[in-house]
């Protein structure tokens, strides 16, 4: 066997396993992905009830005395009982925050606290169609209603989704006698409804049921206006930079042209 030969060999086995490893990390990626989504929701769901919590300190009807009262009880209790030391500056979301969850750090700490501030500005705790964990669902996860708050108004993408659908043409018809209705004890959405879709083995995708709940389908139309205001602003951003290259080659030609002239004009005078 020449040299040649042998490294070709080994290049092709470094390759073929290459293609093996990473079928295995695929497996483990997927299982991963799962518990990481689960354990995502689980903080989600201790963070509602800190918002519970949260809301009846900041809505009592003296809320001032009973914010101060609480205060008092956290100066009383170790530092190990309540996480972080408390300043006067420290905000009633982040003494919450670090209460339940320990000594986090800053970032983290300082993003629940962030949500939790938001959430008690859109007051998520009056929306009776969409709960806690679903607002932040909708909102893409913490970290998308973390980087919120910048002074601009926060994009309401549920209704950036039902303006373009409402003309987006159909994938698939789908008969009214095949949408599951709404249950007595259940909330419809006027417009529209979650589709369940099955990925089937041969690639292809099949509708199987609706679920007919407004606050299911508010949460899956933000995730869908989320991707559509993404896709504008790329396709703007695209053409913004297509409008300076524009610029930028007009303003060449002109400056070539008035190079040639000025050399013409020296070449006549000579």
């Known amino acids: 066997m020449t040299t040649t030969t042998h490294n070709a060999e080994t290049n092709v086995n470094i390759a073929k396993q290459a293609i093996v490893d990473l079928q295995k990390l695929q497996k483990k990626f997927k299982s991963a992905d799962v518990l990481l989504a689960r354990a995502n929701k689980a903080v989600y769901a201790v963070l509602s009830r800190a918002f519970d919590v949260l809301v009846e300190l900041k809505t009592a009807e003296d809320n001032k005395r009973v914010i101060n009262l609480f205060d008092e009880q956290l100066e009383k209790m170790t530092r190990s009982a309540k996480a972080k030391h408390a300043t006067a500056a420290t905000s009633l979301e982040l003494k919450v925050v670090r209460f339940v969850c320990g000594n986090l750090k800053q970032k983290r700490e300082s993003s629940y606290a962030r949500v939790l501030r938001v959430a008690i500005e859109e007051e998520v705790h009056k929306n009776e169609a969409m709960d806690f964990v679903d607002w932040i669902l909708g909102a893409g996860g913490i970290d998308s209603v973390r980087r919120t708050g910048d002074g601009k108004p926060r994009v309401d993408f549920a209704e950036v989704a039902r303006n373009s659908l409402k003309v987006t043409q159909a994938l698939a018809p789908v008969a009214s006698a095949h949408i599951k209705r709404a249950g007595s004890n259940e909330e419809a959405d006027a417009d529209f409804c979650v589709a369940i879709v ?23 139309l933000t995730r869908a206006g989320k991707t559509l205001a993404d896709q504008k602003e790329k396709r703007d951003a695209a053409e913004e930079q297509r409008k300076q290259e524009d610029a930028a080659r007009a303003a060449t030609k002109d400056l ?15």
Do not use: H, M, P
């Open 198 to 220: 099955r990925k089937n083995s041969d690639g292809s995708f099949s509708i199987v049921t609706t679920v007919d709940n407004a606050s299911l389908t508010k949460q899956a």
């Open 256 to 270: 070539l042209d008035q190079s040639s002239t000025q050399d013409t004009v020296y070449e006549e005078a000579a």
